[in-house]
């Protein structure tokens, strides 16, 4: 009975601390994330590294009710100034080169400005055209989701305090035919 009470803190631990799984739940991450992969997300060490652009992190989005989980990108860490024009990202007055948007959609969005602000209502589509510049606050970061046009993101609710954050993504696991690190 002791080997099995020990067993079970021991992994309740680890699950808390350490590494845990997540499933994704949407389309906001295509094509990066595909809608019921399942993710292997580190804790532990997540907590002892700054945030960085380009990494997929798992959090709790600063919405009041909300509940579930959300997977996005960091975009922009504190300090930093973001803000979109035509479609694409600018950090500190720089185009950013994002690898894992298609090219084909890069600067396809036109029209007129992003209506409701940069934590206005995100009415489906969230048509990322322009918004206003605004600096990341100390102690949070900017997200954003692969596939802008469905993302609910930080346009919506702005940033992400790192309290909010549980882990980040390093690996998808399931299905096994699309095992690959992130």
């Known amino acids: 009975m002791r080997a099995i009470v020990i067993a079970v803190v021991v992994a309740l631990l680890i699950r808390q601390f350490v590494i845990e799984t997540y499933q994704v739940n949407g389309i906001s991450m295509q094509p990066t994330l595909q809608n019921g992969e399942r993710l292997l997300v580190?804790?532990?060490?997540?907590?002892?590294?700054?945030?960085?652009?380009?990494?997929?992190?798992?959090?709790?989005?600063?919405?009041?009710?909300?509940?579930?989980?959300?997977?996005?990108r960091v975009i922009a860490v504190a300090g930093q100034t973001f803000y979109m024009r035509d479609g694409q990202v600018y950090v500190n007055g720089q185009l950013q080169q994002e690898p894992w948007e298609p090219a084909s959609w890069r600067g396809t969005f036109t029209g007129s400005e992003y209506v409701g602000g940069l934590y206005?209502?995100?009415?489906?589509?969230?048509?990322?055209?322009?918004?206003?510049?605004?600096?990341?606050?100390?102690?949070?970061?900017?997200?954003l989701g692969d596939h802008r046009v469905v993302s609910i993101d930080s346009r919506c609710f702005g940033p992400v305090p790192l309290s909010r954050i549980r882990g980040e993504a390093v690996l998808i696991w399931w299905p096994l035919a699309d095992f690959r690190p992130l």
Not at 43 to 59: D, L, R
Not at 120 to 143: A, D, M, R
Request: glycine share 8%; proline share 18%; hydrophobic share 40%.
């Open 42 to 72: 580190a804790k532990f060490v997540y907590h002892f590294s700054a945030p960085h652009i380009g990494q997929i992190i798992i959090f709790r989005p600063p919405i009041p009710g909300v509940t579930e989980d959300y997977v996005k």
């Open 120 to 143: 206005g209502n995100c009415p489906s589509p969230v048509l990322p055209v322009n918004t206003q510049p605004i600096v990341i606050p100390p102690g949070t970061v900017w997200v």
